[in-house]
């Protein structure tokens, strides 16, 4: 493939990823059809077979590109940068539809037949690449472990982000973030790093 | 209704509960037909609009039952009950269908349209009585809040087993429950009650 058609190719993806969310976010899994998706994105059948042979497979698709809706604090790293990309979570998941349609087909996806932990794994380790740099930087507990408490935490924020949901659309998880932490930090980081980790919900506004 | 009348009334509805919870388990929501669960419950159309006006409404008693499925060992009460009451239901989760399918339906009833918080708030107040019960008796810390405890326990479990279920079927869900207990307890309990505290697996088995 030439680099123009490659470059097309790309686009033709990415539009593709970006429409179907807007429209999985709007109508569920269930209620999104795939003709909506194409005229959103501008994208003939053709073009989207080339890269998506179903709409289950865009549904996964959506679901792993969760990540790039988060964008922590420039400068923040280990600890600091584990809470910021939760705080930046909490506050985008409530208008990013490529974040919005990632976590509610992670959830549903049960009720149209997938079972794929690809996103929630992509979670857990970046997780654990901000856990590992603060246990090198002496911020963990002696006995804590960076993969289970990042598989626990990818489980906690989805449940979070539910119960958020159904009780108050969400407007409350910043601050149920924020408490999570505070319930947290005690179980896994020494008392200096949670002297020194900053919780205020700020933060998750930050760029 | 003669007493008769009403016995059988509540046995019809439990049946049909007991019957819906099976197929919703089975099948889901989307794929659950009322006829099967008719047959399954050996009621008729008739007996069942008297007790719930469509799927949608079984669907919600369904969720509002997960908590008949659960006992926690007698005799204890406080922390210890709430942390036993976790570990039942880590249990119970694998094969109880009245409290699979009542989560399996608080987790995906956003593909069917339906936001009812009822399940969660149940599970909310019954943590909320253990916790109490635990703040009287000196086992919380100072700065704990049973509500904002509770709130988040019921996150964090629904989002643990969701992560666990997609990973291992829930095989793994009994252990991360007891992992989930070890990162929490310093952030809620005294250090007199977390070593009084029994986290042994077992204990999701006694009755």
Redesign the interface.
């Known amino acids: 493939m030439s680099r123009i058609a490659q470059d097309r190719a790309v686009r033709t993806r990415e539009a593709l990823i970006i429409s179907a969310a807007e429209i999985f976010d709007e109508f569920?899994?269930?209620g999104a059809g795939v003709t909506k998706i194409l005229e959103r994105a501008g994208v003939t059948t053709g073009a989207m077979y080339f890269h998506f042979k179903s709409k289950s497979e865009l549904a996964t698709a959506v679901m792993s590109a969760q990540q790039q809706s988060i964008e922590p604090p420039q400068g923040s790293h280990g600890l600091q940068r584990l809470v910021d990309i939760t705080l930046v979570w909490a506050v985008r998941l409530r208008t990013d539809p490529l974040l919005r349609a990632g976590v509610?087909l992670s959830?549903?996806q049960?009720?149209?037949g997938l079972?794929?932990?690809t996103a929630?794994l992509n979670w857990r380790d970046a997780i654990v690449e901000c856990l590992d740099v603060a246990r090198d930087e002496g911020d963990l507990l002696a006995d804590a472990d960076p993969h289970?408490?990042a598989?626990?935490l990818?489980?906690?924020?989805?449940?979070?982000?539910?119960?958020?949901?159904?009780?108050s659309g969400r407007e409350d998880l910043l601050r149920?973030t924020v408490?999570?932490w505070?319930?947290?930090?005690?179980?896994?980081a020494t008392p200096q790093a949670r002297q020194r980790v900053l919780l205020d919900a700020d933060r998750g506004y930050a760029v």
Chains 1, 2 share one sequence.
């Not at 990818?154 to 009780?167: D, E, H, P």
């Open positions: 569920g899994y269930a509610r959830v549903e049960g009720s149209f079972q794929d932990a929630f289970a408490i598989e626990f990818v489980g906690a924020c989805t449940g979070v982000q539910l119960y958020s949901q159904l009780i149920r408490g999570m505070r319930m947290l930090l005690p179980g896994i």
